[in-house]
């Protein structure tokens, strides 16, 4: 069964630093989306993706934070200067269709030092 | 604002039947998804409503009432392995999909 993949599992770094977290959706799909869920809080929506562009974005979304899809596979978001808030669990899921189940990753699991 | 609420914590028996509540105050409305979270995993997808009604899919069942902003889901024949959060998420009119913040369900023997 087609499944989202995510890497790292677990990244650490040190605050100010910057990094990509890495996503391959399913292949058929179109739509792509970024979620984090800080320990024991509930998942907040970042940004949706589709046909290359940023669809939505939340207030979280900020100039921080960019995404790509640079290749036919991947869709990574890249957290240009890591703050100690960043740290949390990092999902990414996609779907077939805008109002669809969406399916997610295993998440990566960001630590900022 | 936007606003999601369920129980933090509901506690059941095995074999039992358990409803989750969630209501919903969000700008726009284009649907209702139910999501089970195991601890340290990802959300997997259980069921979607946007008119109302029941869904029924095995034993789990959702339902949705639009005009009073709320939202059931309806598990029965509970196993162990039902013990997770439970979380409502709404489709405000952006399309952004809003979460609450879930109903852990511990189920006892």
């Known amino acids: 069964e087609p499944e989202v993949t995510q890497t790292p599992s677990h990244q650490v770094t040190q605050m100010g630093q910057e990094v990509i977290l890495r996503c391959v959706p399913i292949?058929?799909?179109?739509?792509f989306y970024w979620y984090r869920q800080i320990l024991g809080q509930k998942v907040e929506f970042l940004v949706s993706?589709?046909?290359?562009?940023?669809?939505?974005k939340s207030e979280i979304f900020d100039d921080q934070f960019s995404v790509e899809r640079p290749d036919g596979s991947n869709f990574t978001l890249k957290i240009r200067s890591t703050k100690l808030e960043d740290s949390a669990m990092y999902f990414c899921?996609?779907?077939?269709?805008?109002?669809?189940?969406?399916?997610f990753g295993p998440g990566t699991r960001l630590t900022v030092l | 604002g936007q606003n999601i609420d369920q129980p933090t914590e509901m506690t059941a028996t095995e074999g039992a039947i358990v409803q989750i509540n969630c209501t919903y105050q969000?700008?726009?409305?284009?649907?209702l998804f139910w999501y089970q979270q195991h601890a340290g995993e990802a959300p997997t997808f259980l069921s979607y409503?946007?008119l109302d009604g029941l869904e029924e899919k095995g034993r789990f069942s959702s339902f949705l009432s639009r005009s009073k902003g709320y939202s059931y889901l309806l598990l029965k024949e509970l196993q162990m392995k039902d013990s997770a959060s439970y979380l409502c998420?709404?489709?405000?009119?952006?399309?952004?999909?809003?979460w609450g913040a879930g109903t852990k369900l511990i189920i006892k023997p």
């Open positions: 899921a996609s779907t077939g269709g805008s109002h669809n189940e969406q399916f």
């Open positions: 292949s058929n799909h179109l739509y």
């Open positions: 993706f589709y046909n290359n562009e940023i669809s939505e």
């Open positions: 969000t700008s726009g409305f284009n649907g």
């Open positions: 409503n946007v």
């Open positions: 998420a709404v489709w405000d009119s952006n399309y952004q999909l809003i």
